[in-house]
């Protein structure tokens, strides 16, 4: 995969096709460009799409001490495309990529950049902050101050118990495995400073109305 290196020395793996309109995809948290897998083609035969890695996700660099959280991504996605020089382009981003996408609208939109709309895919303007979610947040910070930078899989699969359904994972087994096996390659302390951010940080409801593109969105 082709990558760009941000003006901060992070190389960004993005992965490109088609012609067209110009579709711009960001995935969600411990995900990749691989998210997009099942509509790659259906988009590319209709679009020019792109597909980008976070920082910290898929081939994407992961330093420690990089900024990680949803204001950061958005000027990562910025550069990335001043240096890709795409001004006009549709947006969606899935989860946390459409926080992401929704963070860039109202941060960014006015530097330079003509977005034309925006796909949002099971998103939220607040991330959910329930016991269960503290409770994995707790007993992470807890391993990693003992040491322990490889989660047991138990709790990993147990994070990953949030984002499918009990009927979906029956159901679509091999998506849920591939999910983990992708969601392995972000750092445990990054996937931590993520979780802890989206849980006690993130938060533009107060602001969501400000965005006036035409919006599709998606929930399920």
């Known amino acids: ?20 309109e110009t ?9 990749s460009i691989w998210n997009w897998d099942p509509v790659w083609e259906a988009l590319a035969a209709r679009f020019r799409v792109l597909a980008l ?5 898929g081939g994407s660099s992961k330093p420690l001490d990089a900024p990680y959280g949803v ?18 382009f549709y947006l969606a981003g899935h989860s946390m990529g459409g926080m992401v996408a929704m963070t860039f609208v109202l941060d960014q939109a006015w530097r330079g950049f003509n977005p034309r709309g925006l796909i949002l895919m099971a998103t939220a303007a607040k991330s959910r902050d329930d016991e269960q979610r503290r409770q994995l947040i707790r007993l992470w910070r807890e391993n990693l101050k003992e040491g322990k ?8 699969r147990a994070i990953f118990r949030l984002a499918f359904s009990p009927r979906y994972a029956r159901a679509h087994a091999e998506i849920v495995d591939q999910a983990f ?7 445990d302390p990054v996937k931590l400073r993520l979780m802890e951010h989206l849980a006690t940080e993130y938060d533009i409801r107060e602001r969501v109305g400000e965005i006036t593109l035409p919006a599709l969105i998606l929930q399920g």
């Open 181 to 187: 096996a992708v969601a392995t390659l972000v750092p």
């Open 1 to 20: 995969m082709p990558a760009i290196t941000l003006d901060s020395g992070l190389e960004i793996n993005y992965r490109e096709a088609g012609q067209g």
């Open 23 to 31: 579709l711009v995809l960001v995935h969600g948290f411990t995900s």
């Open 53 to 57: 890695d976070l920082p910290g996700h």
């Open 71 to 88: 204001p950061a991504f958005a000027m990562n996605l910025a550069e990335f495309l001043r240096k890709k020089e795409i001004v006009n």
């Open 149 to 156: 930078f490889d989660l047991p899989e138990k709790m990993l």
